[in-house]
């Protein structure tokens, strides 16, 4: 076997890459799924849970099942990144690419750290009059997770044929003058408007705040705007102005993208995907409250949210091409 580093196209290292967004979009909905239904602290312990890496009762009762499948499926993304470190280091010629690998693998390790603890930080271990650190880990650990996200879609991008074949490199045909440059940078903002968003969504699910305002589209019989304020109504609140803002800046580039759609497929592509992607998302955010917060409908909704970052990242990743084989 040849341990010689290429930077050509590896059909095995982009499968496994794709294997691996499954597996993080399964480790999502279990989490996302243990906090609906308040499970966060079905086992008191960490690393192992009850002392055990299989414990009794995990199989049978939903809570546990919901927290063990959350702990076993981050176990998994641990050992993913490491067998991606390995892989990359060995055959992989584009050090940026082995880099971004080593990231990967100290976020998910930190990611671990944060889960562990939201656990033994957990006002039911410290016995606290208050769960502020708790809920701070558990915010935390909930971005971390969007993070790894983002690293894994820039990895399977890096890794696909069209990446290393130039498909995505539009400077030879698209204008690269500050219309261009405006574009890339509407994406990046874009995308960070859309993790403070999802910043703020976790915040508002860990502070149980999803149900602060019982109401949608109103806030109340009569008007948008709470008539009463405390911390919970505000976060659900500015989760909401958020949906908006973002909504708008998430048209807008789109049609910013579709401008280009006669260079490439992408441009007409990607613009009817983060529209479809983000009316599903403002759907099961409506949904979450009309259903008094359905496990499944508020589970869907953090999913979905992140499926949407994921694509916008990957549009933002790919409009900042340059092809390099360093």
């Known amino acids: 076997m040849s341990l010689q580093r290429t930077a050509d196209y590896k059909s095995g290292l982009f499968f496994y890459c794709l294997f691996a967004l499954v597996s993080i979009t399964l480790l999502l909905f279990a989490g996302g799924f243990t906090t609906s239904i308040k499970a966060g602290m079905a086992f008191l312990d960490w690393p192992l849970s009850n002392g055990s890496i ?11 099942f919901a927290e063990h499948s959350h702990r076993l499926l981050g176990m998994q993304i641990g050992l993913i990144s490491i067998g991606l470190v390995i892989w990359t280091q060995i ?58 996200l983002t690293i894994l879609v820039s990895l399977t991008l890096a890794s696909s044929k069209k990446w290393i074949g130039g498909s995505f490199n539009f400077s030879g045909t698209h204008p690269s003058g500050p219309s261009y440059k405006s574009l890339k940078q509407l994406a990046w903002i874009a995308y960070l408007m859309t993790f ?4 703020m969504g976790a915040i508002m ?51 910013r993208l579709f401008k ?12 009817i995907l983060i529209s479809a992607i983000l009316s599903i998302q403002i759907y099961l955010g409506a949904l979450t409250i009309w259903t008094v917060k359905n496990p499944y409908s508020a589970t869907m909704h953090h999913l979905v949210g992140a499926f949407l970052l994921a694509t916008i990242w990957g549009t933002t990743f790919i409009l900042g091409y340059k092809k390099t084989s360093e």
């Open 205 to 255: 699910r860990h502070a149980d705040a999803g149900l602060a305002i019982a109401r949608f589209p109103l806030a109340n019989q009569h008007s948008l705007v709470p008539s009463f304020w405390n911390f919970g109504i505000s976060i659900h609140f500015a989760h909401r102005v958020g949906a908006l803002i973002l909504t708008i800046i998430l048209v807008y580039y789109c049609i």
């Open 91 to 148: 055959k992989e010629q584009r050090a940026w690419v082995r880099n971004l690998a080593l990231l990967l693998l100290g976020i998910v390790v930190f990611q671990g750290l944060l889960g562990g603890g939201r656990v033994v930080f957990d006002q039911l271990n410290t016995e606290t009059d208050h769960n502020l650190v708790a809920q701070t880990f558990a915010v935390a650990h909930a971005c971390g997770a969007m993070l790894v």
């Open 54 to 64: 299989n414990p009794e009762g995990w199989l049978s009762e939903s809570d546990k």
């Open 260 to 271: 280009y759609k006669a260079v490439h497929k992408f441009f007409f592509r990607t613009p």
């Open 196 to 199: 403070i968003q999802i910043l």
